[in-house]
């Protein structure tokens, strides 16, 4: 699964410490990000740059990610800038596939869409990328106090915003998602939502509402999208996935109904999949259909159910 190794020590301490971050950015490493979008180097890693870089320039202010030895490790949201060419090209989509180049940068690298190049960057990289992605967001969406409406203040390397007007302290957010597998004896139950691409199904999932254990929004979710009661749920996993600001809580849940009644307004389609037509369509026998993207945790829940009967 993507986006689960730990990563650099985020180093929580020194976020207060204002003169040693100064001292580490000095020597640190800046990971550009536009729009959501992360700078990829020549070799296809991160593309970490020295502070005063000019692509840096349309910077906002930097964003403590951690520590690994002397090498503190920073982001910086550079969405302000635009680009020359390709700024309009950027696809509305499922997925963006448009790439954008920088004049101050060889032209191999780029900023790409994280989801499409997720499951390329090594383990630390890719936990990196999904700390930034999100925690840039977070500020970008939350600039004014919810509280009293007043402009904030970033705060404590990133991690914290301020309100100067009514002193409330803010801290990023992660929504947790569920998302099931759901069972019942040798079958799945597998969706699709409205906009995916043709043919693409994958596990139920749903936002845990205020109020709810997991448990309980599993049950609540697969029923309302699918009209299927729940009986057992077991947690299995879980995965960060910062589009823009989910933890997704990978469950297996055993049904005890058969009869789908899909609701249009969640799903487009649903279905139960026996273990034999879910091989065939992961060995790409099936070119109607097609699976979770790889790297999530979809995918992970999916391929250790088939493991588990004995493929
Ligand atoms: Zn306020």
Not at 267 to 278: F, G, K, N, Q, S
């Amino acid at each position: 699964m993507t986006f689960t190794a730990p990563g650099p020590d985020r180093a929580a301490h020194l976020r207060g410490d204002a003169a040693a971050l100064a001292r580490l950015l000095e020597t640190g490493r800046i990971l550009p990000m536009w729009r959501g979008k992360p700078l990829l180097s020549a070799s296809g890693g991160l593309g970490w740059l020295p502070q005063g870089h000019p692509v840096l320039a349309h910077g906002r202010a930097p964003v403590f990610l951690g520590l690994s030895g002397e090498t503190g490790w920073f982001t910086q949201d550079i969405s302000d800038w635009t680009p020359e060419a390709g700024a309009e090209a950027v696809q509305q989509g499922f997925l963006d596939a448009s790439v954008q180049t920088h004049p101050a940068l060889p032209p191999e690298a780029g900023f790409h869409e994280l989801r499409a190049v997720m499951t390329r960057l090594a383990p630390d990289e890719a936990s990196l990328a999904a700390t930034a992605r999100a925690i840039l967001h977070w500020h970008r969406s939350h600039g004014f106090c919810a509280t009293c409406g007043a402009a904030s203040d970033l705060a404590m390397a990133g991690w914290q915003r301020n309100c100067p007007a009514c002193g409330a302290q803010h801290f990023p957010r992660t929504d947790p998602v569920v998302i099931m597998l759901v069972t019942r004896g040798n079958r799945v139950l597998l969706g699709r939502s409205p906009g995916w691409p043709e043919g693409m199904y994958s596990c139920l999932a749903g936002f845990v509402e205020p109020g709810e254990t997991i448990e309980t929004a599993v049950r609540r979710e697969v029923m309302e999208e699918a009209g299927i009661r729940i009986g057992a749920v077991r947690p299995v996993a879980s995965q960060p996935w910062p589009f823009p600001a989910s933890l997704m809580i990978g469950c297996v849940a055993e049904a005890e109904t058969e009869t789908i009644t899909h609701d249009p307004a969640e799903l487009d389609h649903a279905m139960w999949l026996t273990r034999e037509e879910v091989l065939a369509v992961v060995a790409g026998e099936r070119p109607d259909l097609s699976m979770a993207r790889k790297g999530a945790i979809a995918h992970y829940l999916i391929l250790n159910w088939l493991a588990d009967r004995g493929d």
